[in-house]
DNA sequence: CGGTGGTTTGATCAAAATCAAGTGAGGTGG
DNA sequence: CCACCTCACTTGATTTTGATCAAACCACCG
């Protein structure tokens, strides 16, 4: 049930078998969710925590304005809302991207968990820090790289956090976005996007159609994103 | 020594009277810094982590291009590398803004207080989480504002930030940065910056001169920023 | 077969970047 | 005490990137 979420620790901590057992016996209420829909919405009091089980979904914001910023995407494996333990109100909207598998775990139960185990606190709020390194470089990528750089950057970043749960195909991987999505995430019109898309199409750097994401060389990628993996800290042992 | 931390905390968390005791009990190493002097750097393995006692610091990442963006202003009370805890290396870097005062305490030493109370481990998680919570509204910030509402906001956020620890005189505080400085936080150029300025100053809506900032409403600046003090989480209790 | 959601195209416009050159205040040294 | 240096800010002219507006196009689906 739980076994990205159980992948990824694994990968990036160091917890005992115990500790891990620990967490696969958290009770969770399982649910499905159709394709974007919203399911956590800036102002709410959530008393559980989400594990997404499946599907890929999205935490955003929208401005007075009506324009809405993408924040996060987020993959099989994550937990989109764990601040929430310890952060009473939602500051943002959790969404679905594709039709999800979500597990709902209550706060208490974790709240005990984390008491009990202090390994498991500490790969929980690990867990937080490193979506906050995310934070960190999309503020880098919306603020200081150009449109084509950008989009090669999430596409870059994707693939390695995919990769940990055993998502990525040898060139390619599903991602369901549009690319009004993409231009949501990018601070872009989807305008823009488009046509950004094409020219990296055209240059045999990337194509995305039918969601599902191609590109021909990781490295050709990733210098062209400006991308170093660093900050998704999936190494820890190094 | 640790007065700001204490104060924020006891704004915004419910520790105990002993548990605040410990927190101030923490062996620190008082350090001064010179202004504009960085003292963390990305790539860094950091064994301690500093609390600012007095002065400003930012966090910031260069991409290859040589662009420098900041991820956030710290300000006296604020523990901006408290995610090296978990966070093995560091991805980004971290420097003083004017002279400051830092306090540097042993990972140990926190982690062994952590473990002892449970109350601390999560008011410390939960400054993290906060933190997270300024890099996402940075996110929209960069990403979906205009120039105007982006230099708006950030001076409406500094306001909120700088009032809980009491260093908000009624209508203007310090802020030591340079017009190159907010270009690098907001995502433009100097240049812009300085266009932007003019015209807010004009408008009357707010003044940046001798690093003192000055704003004749805050619902007006509020308005223009499209600021909302949620996402800040300064007031858990409601 | 028409509707719908997503993508593509073209034309025009605006925001912000770039390039280049001042100004002006504070600090230093002759 | 004044010349000069530096750093920050300012101004103007021009260009670029990406936004906006408007209209097809296209595939899938009921």
Redesign the pocket.
């Known amino acids: 049930m739980k076994t990205f979420f159980i992948r990824r620790l694994r990968a990036q901590t160091q917890l005992s078998e115990e500790d891990l057992a620990a967490i696969e016996a958290l009770p969770m209420q399982v649910k499905d969710i159709e394709r974007r829909t919203p399911f956590v919405r800036e102002g709410d009091r959530p008393s559980q925590c989400c594990l997404i089980l499946e599907g890929f979904a999205v935490r955003s914001k929208t401005t007075d304005e009506g324009k809405r910023q993408i924040l996060a995407i987020h993959i099989p494996g994550e937990m989109p809302d764990l601040h929430s333990l310890h952060l009473k109100v939602m500051d943002h909207d959790l969404s679905t991207l594709s039709k999800c598998q979500v597990g709902f775990i209550n706060h208490d139960a974790i709240h005990r968990l984390t008491r009990e185990r202090p390994d498991v606190a500490s790969a929980l709020w690990r867990e937080t820090l490193v979506d906050a390194a995310v934070f960190r470089e999309w503020i880098v990528n919306v603020g200081r790289r ?3 750089a950008r989009l090669a950057h999430v596409v870059a970043e994707l693939r390695e956090r995919l990769k940990v749960i055993g998502l990525l195909q040898d060139h390619h991987f599903g991602l369901p976005m ?3 999505d993409l231009a949501d995430t990018l ?6 996007v ?2 950004v ?2 020219q990296l199409r055209k240059d045999g750097v990337l194509d995305i159609k039918k969601e599902t994401v191609s590109f021909a060389s990781a490295e050709r990628l990733d210098h062209i994103a400006d991308f170093d993996e660093l900050y998704l800290h999936q190494h820890p042992m190094q």
């Open positions: 150009d449109a084509t549009t690319q009004m601070g872009l019109t989807p305008i823009h488009n046509r898309l094409q």
